[in-house]
């Protein structure tokens, strides 16, 4: 490899990163030039392969709790910069599943 086709390798991964992770096969048609003696299949970005995977959803339970205050569910999220209520900006909330 010479030092021509790893200065194009260096240019290719800094576009991909500035353009914010597009295709190689779109950087090609924007960049011929660089792609003159680099092939596509050479370029492997994690973060593109990591930003496509899907995680496993939870298992349906369709199992309705029978008696109030069995089984309460939570979210705490914050904090909101934007809006406080007496200096607080988090917020939680409980919900009953049987309810």
Known sequence: M?????KNKKEIWLWHRRFGHPSFGYLKKLFPSLFHKCNICDFICETCA???SHRVVFPLNNKKIDFPF?????????PVPQFTHN???WFISFVDDCT
Do not use: F, H
Not at 2 to 6: A, G
Not at 70 to 78: E, F, H, P, Y
């Open 50 to 52: 990591m930003a496509t």
């Open 2 to 6: 010479n030092t021509y086709t790893i």
């Open 70 to 78: 069995s089984l309460i569910n939570t979210d705490v999220w914050g």
């Open 87 to 89: 200096g607080k900006n």
